[in-house]
């Protein structure tokens, strides 16, 4: 025993300088607060200062932080007394002039608008109860992802929510029962680290952003929270959101935005390790892959580990299911990999397959054409998107839902989830000239999210003198070409009570009368809601839509020979496990005339057709010459 215990101990010795170079900031106990901070090796003096608020005032103590004897690039300082309450910042000389006071990366608790460290008893912070909470069991393949901003969500009064704009909407029984009702099994939160964009000093006065401008990526932010100047608030009232939902079976997903800071030169990047944490082109200046005037480097030793520990420090204190990585092609698959690794195999991982601009990295970057070399991670398919909705470089062109021919393969493409299927001809896909997905988990399917036009604009843009019946049904159809799909299907949130933003593509700081949602349209459109809910219940009964398996994919689904505008296949239930429909034909008629299908004699039920969905049956059809007929700008699924 005494063995063990000294051989824990030689471990330990082992591990701690370890996560101390990991997670920097601040240790609290009641007796002395230990800090710690990482310069680059030529920093030439750390100064420490203890604050009474957040924000204003004198330091009531200025402390000299001692380097490191280990290394010479750990600063330490060890501040006696009960420090509970207060603030700090850190100020790194570099050439003899000190860069200015931040929180350093790793601050978990932060004052208004995130400028000074706070000093938190983070177990204090725990909703009762929280010790118990857990990550609802849902496989990849069983994944219903509903993409919201905590704005838009709850801050109209059609909502009737008590915390409008505030993680603590999400607690209450009007939003638990929407989503429930819906159906969706996790919600995926835009950006709700602390941000910067959002001055939490004037929160009486509306003020918009989806929060993609990053400050301090371990706090959650103050805006959300019913008080941004008590540091202890947004971190209680997130893991409530986080419990409320978690209670209800729903699992939360974090947005996260690592490839660029909102700035370089007042960035805590920046203000402690100067240019380490940033790719620089050839010629000194700075990279732009993010499109936002900078990129991280995530091949660095010190950013990569950074993004392993950030993500596993919202696993372990918040409770976070799951990641979407921004711009995620501005990262390297090898640092990809290493946080797939690093966090459970329940934590579901997708991003964004593409950068905003070229990167100045050499190496294999986590693009969508990367997928099969990045195991457990997912893609979004702009081909399916695009193939439904129209191109993402304009906002006006119609591609499959207007009508328009040539978009057939990329929708089928999307359909088996972007794996090798004999049944798709890739030379004829948008975008993909051959399979990125291993398996048809690593897919998400949509047809809009936050960016561009949500799908009734994008509708209404794109199809000349479209009718409201029309843009309802072809709306519908769009959403059961994405909830059939064999990869993971995504909503953004308030399709389901058919939002528009008055057109708006690019609505990051666009006012709440444009990002809102508008409650009452659940009364004036309850088709939709019906449909979509219904829908989505007939995934979740049946396996054959998400079986979760290329195998299974490649030999259950075989597509049936069709024309223009129009896509059918034919699921083979019977090998799937858990099926209980023998032979399912999915079809998507796009033309403003009814067209047919061929499949075998016999009599169906059908489950989904024009605006009604219903998985116990709408109605039978008994078909003679091997013909069934599909609706006009409608969906059709039938089995037997
Ligand atoms: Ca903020």
């Given amino acids: 025993m005494r063995q063990l215990l000294s051989l824990v101990a030689i471990i330990m010795a082992l591990l701690v300088p370890q996560s101390l170079t990991a997670r920097t900031g601040v240790t609290y106990s ?12 030529d920093a030439q003096q ?27 690039t750990l600063w330490q300082a060890s501040v006696k007394g009960d420090l509970k309450g207060k603030f700090y910042t850190f100020d790194v000389k570099y050439d003899g002039k000190f860069r200015g006071e931040c929180p350093g990366i790793w601050a978990t608790a932060v004052g208004v608008n995130g400028k000074r460290g706070a000093i938190v008893d983070m177990g204090q912070t725990d909703p009762q109860g929280w010790s118990a909470d857990k990550r609802p069991a849902i496989a990849a393949k069983d994944l219903i992802l509903y993409e919201m901003h905590h704005r838009d969500f709850s801050i109209d009064e059609s909502g009737g929510f008590t915390y409008k704009g505030k993680f603590l909407a999400l607690t209450e029984p009007r939003a638990i029962e929407h989503l429930k009702t819906l159906g969706v099994n996790a919600v995926h939160i835009l950006p709700s680290f602390d941000y910067a964009s ?40 997130f893991k409530q959101m986080v419990q409320a939902l978690h209670k209800a079976g729903i699992k939360v997903i974090l947005d996260v935005v690592y490839n660029h800071t909102w700035n370089i030169d007042g960035s805590n990047f920046q203000l402690t390790r100067p240019d380490y944490f940033y790719r620089k082109n050839a010629d000194g200046t700075y990279s732009n892959g993010s499109g936002c005037g900078n990129e991280t480097a995530s091949e ?3 950013m990569r580990q950074f993004m392993i520990e950030s ?15 921004d711009l995620m092609g501005v990262h390297d698959i090898e640092t990809m990999n290493a946080i797939r690794n690093a966090v459970p195999q329940d934590i579901f991982i997708y991003g964004e397959g593409w950068s905003a601009g070229s990167c100045a990295y050499s190496g294999d970057l986590a693009m969508k054409a990367n997928t099969s070399k990045m195991p457990g991670i997912a893609a979004f398919s702009d081909e399916i998107r695009d193939a439904l909705r129209g191109p993402w470089d304009s906002n006006s062109k119609a591609a499959f839902l207007g009508g328009v021919k040539g978009n057939e393969e990329s929708i089928k493409f999307g359909i088996v989830g972007a794996i090798q299927h004999p049944g798709v001809d890739y030379s004829k896909v948008n975008y993909s000239k051959a399979p990125y997905a291993n398996e048809p988990t690593q897919m998400i399917a949509y047809v809009s999210c936050h960016d561009d036009m949500c799908l009734v ?31 993971v299907p ?17 609505s990051y700081e666009s006012p709440d009368s444009i990002n809102h949602l508008d409650w009452d349209n659940l009364e004036r459109y309850p088709q939709v809601m019906d449909y979509y809910k219904s829908l989505i219940a007939l995934r979740k009964a049946h396996p054959a839509f998400h079986m979760g398996s290329a195998d299974l994919v490649r030999r259950n689904l075989d597509f049936l020979p069709t024309e223009n505008c129009l896509v059918a296949y034919h699921i083979n239930g019977r090998n799937v496990p858990g099926e209980t429909w023998d032979d399912i034909y999915v079809a998507f008629n796009a033309h403003k005339r009814a067209r047919t299908i061929e499949v075998p004699d016999g009599t169906y039920t059908i489950v989904c057709r024009n605006i009604k969905c219903d998985q116990s049956g709408i109605s039978t059809v008994k078909t003679k010459g091997g013909k069934v007929t599909v609706p006009a700008q409608s969906a059709l699924i039938i089995h037997n």
């Fill in 198 to 237: 959002v001055d939490e000093t004037r929160l009486n006065e509306p003020q918009y952003n989806w929060g993609y401008d990053p400050v301090n990526y371990n706090v959650p932010e103050g805006g959300y929270s019913t008080d941004p100047y008590k540091p202890e608030v947004r971190i209680s009232e």
């Fill in 46 to 72: 750390v100064k420490l200062r203890i604050y009474k608020d957040g924000l204003g005032g004198k330091p009531v103590k200025t402390v000299n932080m001692k380097r490191d004897k280990a290394g010479n």
């Fill in 490 to 506: 995504f909503l953004l949130s308030g399709e389901e009570m058919l939002r528009d933003k008055k057109g708006v593509h690019n």
């Fill in 300 to 302: 660095r030793d010190g």
């Fill in 311 to 325: 993500v596993k420090y919202w696993v372990d204190e918040y409770h976070i299911d799951g990641f979407r990585f």
């Fill in 457 to 487: 604009d994008r509708l209404k843009a794109s199809v000349k003198g479209i009718t409201i019946d029309e843009l309802i049904r072809l709306d519908l159809m769009a959403q059961t070409v994405v909830m059939t799909s064999q990869g």
């Fill in 30 to 41: 009641p007796g002395a607060s230990v800090f710690t901070i990482e310069t680059n090796n």
